[in-house]
């Protein structure tokens, strides 16, 4: 029975709290220095430069679409609401371009957004085959994709994501409409579920966890491992907006330095921490996968002593 089993795997379970500490601290320690490869810093300059060129003319694509087929002020209010996760200093350069694209004529939009559906392809999934090549590396991948293999696992990650930044964003806004036109009362006391951080982390968390566990890897990484690497990225993710905007409020005035690149420079900071994040996710999930499979139990090595040896009757 599963319930009988899944008790007496309970009881068997080590309930140390030190235990479990120094686990999770070797765990953890484990993952940092997967992190901090040498090699590591290549593949995150690589996904860093290929997000800043794709994800403006993903703007423009969206912009476009909604021209296309709906109010393109919807499309406007899902980037307003998407810039509430990009750190103040980098929020203008943001706007800057939505405003830039919602103010375009409608026939130069939708010539605009063909050219921007060419650039932002290529520069997607460039950016994801150098997303999953770092967590191949990271997860010491003895057995790679091939050539054809690679690309299209990349393109179909590219697909997913997009789909699913397109479901999110909508259940998100539907909930936000149904809560204002219908005065919805239920949705009042609960503000956290109208908030994009909230829709984001699930995302995030959900996402990556999927990348970690069929893209990572030619053998499907555990769920337990893939759940734990998400989590952990996604709530990495939404730390570094918030601590990037702190660090330039309140430490760092990149301005005085950088002079009107500051934007960029924040945007890039940004950028490359967010990559580390989802890197380190992934170092996360493959020691805890291969934590998982050392505490696993091992079946018994049969005693061969005595045993009589066998005589094979070919040759007689």
């Not at 009042?188 to 970690?212: D, H, K, M, N, Q």
Request: aromatic letters at 12%.
């Amino acid at each position: 029975m599963p319930t009988s089993r899944f008790i007496t795997r309970l009881r068997r379970m080590d309930w140390d709290p030190l235990h479990w500490l120094r686990l999770i601290v070797l765990v953890v320690s484990r993952a940092l220095t997967r992190l901090w490869g040498r090699d590591v810093m290549l593949f995150t300059g690589g996904v860093s430069f290929f997000a800043m060129l794709a994800i403006f003319p993903a703007l423009a694509i969206m912009i476009g679409l909604y021209s296309l087929l709906a109010d393109p002020a919807h499309a406007a209010r899902e980037g307003l609401a998407l810039s509430g996760l990009v750190p103040e200093g980098a929020r203008e350069i943001f706007l800057h371009e939505l405003t830039r694209l919602m103010r375009s004529p409608h026939l130069a939009m939708s010539t605009q957004s063909v050219l921007a559906l060419i650039i932002g392809v290529y520069a997607s999934h460039r950016g994801f085959k150098a997303l999953l090549a770092g967590l191949s590396f990271i997860h010491d991948e003895d057995e790679p994709h091939g050539f054809v293999g690679f690309n299209l696992i990349a393109f179909v990650v590219l697909i997913g994501t997009f789909a699913a930044l397109g479901v999110i964003s909508s259940m998100f806004f539907t909930l936000r409409i149904l809560g204002s036109a219908f005065d919805l009362r239920p949705l009042r006391g609960v503000s956290w579920l109208l908030s994009e951080w909230t829709w984001t982390s699930a995302g995030l968390t959900i996402g990556l966890a999927l990348i970690y566990r069929f893209a990572m890897s030619r053998r499907p990484v555990v769920w337990t491992a893939s759940m734990l690497g998400g989590a952990a990225a996604a709530a990495l993710c939404l730390f570094a907006s918030w601590a990037i905007a702190f660090y330039v409020q309140q430490i760092a005035h990149l301005g005085a330095t950088y002079g009107s690149l500051a934007t960029v420079i924040v945007f890039l900071i940004w950028l490359s921490w967010n990559v580390n994040a989802i890197f380190f996710g992934g170092a996360l999930a493959t020691e805890v996968e291969l934590a998982i499979d050392a505490a696993a139990p091992k079946p018994p090595i049969a005693d061969l002593r005595g045993a009589k040896p066998v005589v094979s009757r070919s040759g007689s």
